[in-house]
Every structure is written in C-alpha cells, then in structure tokens.
C-alpha cells in the first residue's frame, strides 16, 4: 500500500487564481475563542484553518472550496464563519477531475 500523499503535494496538482480579498470572514472572532470544539480546522481538507494562541488564523488562499468549514462551524460550533464563493473566475481550479 502506498504511503499517504503530503499535503503541499495534494495541493500542487490543482491550480489556484487567489483573489486578492478573503472569501471567508468571522462575524465575530470572539466567538471562535468560545467554540469548543472548533470543527472547522477538523473537516478542512486543506488545513485552511489553525488554532493560534488566541485567534483563529485563516489561510483563504489554500481553500478547495467545499464549503465542509461552513456546514460544521453552523451545526457544531458558534456560528462565526462566514463563508462565500470567491470572485468569479477567482479561487481552486480542479486539474485532475
């Protein structure tokens, strides 16, 4: 069996256009700081999200857009996320299917 592929790997076979403003937002960062469970760094295919001392830190450029981070900030934390699409034409392009 082979081993698992790395992450930077993962994410070198698809192409990005980074739009320049994030496409993901905190309505209330505080609410990230009471958020016990924090799933949205749990379900996020692309380690967009980590857990920074304090803060939530948020790495949009990297998002594959599955939009897993909202579904699981809305059902299983605090509500804080504020997820939409990029810009169009902006954001992961799949090369490989």
């Known amino acids: ?3 698992r592929i790395p992450l930077s790997e ?13 496409h993901i937002t905190l309505s209330d960062p505080a609410l990230c ?31 594959l857009e599955t939009g897993a981070c909202r579904i699981a ?7 804080a996320l504020v997820w939409t699409f990029p810009a169009q034409g902006r954001g992961v392009q799949y ?3």
């Open 33 to 63: 700081g009471r958020c016990a469970e924090k799933p949205c760094i749990r379900v996020c295919p692309a380690e967009v999200y980590a857990w920074e001392a304090d803060h939530l830190r948020i790495r949009y450029e990297n998002c």
């Open 95 to 97: 090369r490989l299917g």
């Open 1 to 3: 069996m082979a081993g």
């Open 73 to 79: 900030c809305e059902k299983l934390g605090n509500r």
């Open 10 to 22: 993962r994410l070198g076979a698809d192409a990005f256009d980074t739009d320049p403003a994030s």
